[in-house]
């Protein structure tokens, strides 16, 4: 699943490209999307922002009427210049929003519906969506309410759940968890309220930080060489990096899947030992 920061620099671009052009052409092989369109037509709006949401991006066209997409693990936008050649095979298109300049493609994703505003209030995913790390301003008091009623869940799969915050991908959980030194699978309500604090504070300056680094991939540690810097793993404290050294101690990082979706967790024995 992409991280927030990805989804976060994914509408950032769609927004520079596209805003405040009209559309000139709208192509789906979503039969609930074209319905929309053959009622209430997308050409000849206007786009007027394109925001992240947690995991969504929102594309808002004139009219009251929003693009929702979620990429989960395979989605992905593009931005053409009309006549461009694609980089992924046509049957992988889900989207085409095309203005006179751009031509925004989605691949794969696998969720994608138009909104009216009053949908969009009441929509249960973006209600229930925990407090956004990438947002101007984050509730800290609210998502540590809302990590204390997950219970004895691993704070590890707690810190993933996009309803409890909104933001930390697989990658980042490990990272944080490590940097924080608190062990993955030590129950949510055995982390007291000033470690909670550390690792929400620790995961918004790291994804803040990685959102305004141009250029992708994700960096936590930035003690690595430069001149190998082709392994993204060398960029991290932990994550792709079993049976390495930690970069603290020297033990061999350990890796297991966890939680209901078997992630894969990374983590050093040592410096997060289990809580006895
Ligand atoms: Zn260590």
């Not at 751009?102 to 407090?131: I, K, Q, T, Y």
Request: proline share 5%; net charge positive.
């Amino acid at each position: 699943m992409p991280e927030g920061d990805a989804i976060y620099r994914t509408a950032r671009t769609l927004h520079r490209a596209l805003a405040g052009e009209t559309v000139t052409r709208f192509e789906s092989v979503l039969p609930a999307l074209t319905r929309v369109h053959e009622d209430a037509p997308i050409t000849g709006r206007q786009v007027e922002r394109v925001e992240a949401a947690g995991k969504h991006v929102l594309m808002r066209f004139s009219g009251s009427l929003v693009l929702r997409t979620h990429m989960r693990m395979n989605g992905s936008w593009h931005i053409y210049r009309p006549g461009e050649r694609w980089r992924r095979p046509r049957r992988d298109m889900r989207v085409v929003i095309a203005t006179e300049r751009f031509e925004a493609v989605a691949f794969n994703v696998p969720v994608a519906e138009f909104l009216g505003s009053e949908d969009e209030a009441r929509h249960a995913d973006l209600r229930a969506m925990g407090p956004d790390l990438l947002g101007d301003t984050f509730d800290e008091a609210e998502a540590l309410r809302r990590i204390r009623l997950r219970g004895r869940e691993a704070i590890a799969d707690v810190l993933l759940n996009q309803r409890v915050v909104a933001g930390i991908g697989n990658v980042y959980k490990s990272e944080v968890l490590f940097i924080c030194r608190v062990n993955p699978f030590t129950p949510a309500d055995g982390v007291a309220d000033e470690r909670v604090g550390d690792l929400l504070k620790t995961a918004r300056k790291l994804l803040r930080a990685n959102v305004s680094t141009l250029g992708g991939g994700i960096t936590t540690y930035i003690g690595f060489r430069r001149t190998r810097g082709r392994d993204e793993s060398q960029r991290r404290y932990v994550y792709g990096r079993a049976r390495r050294p930690c970069r603290r101690c020297g033990t061999p990082i350990r890796v297991q899947a966890q939680g209901p979706h078997a992630r894969l967790t990374y983590w050093c024995p040592a410096c997060q030992p289990r809580p006895a």
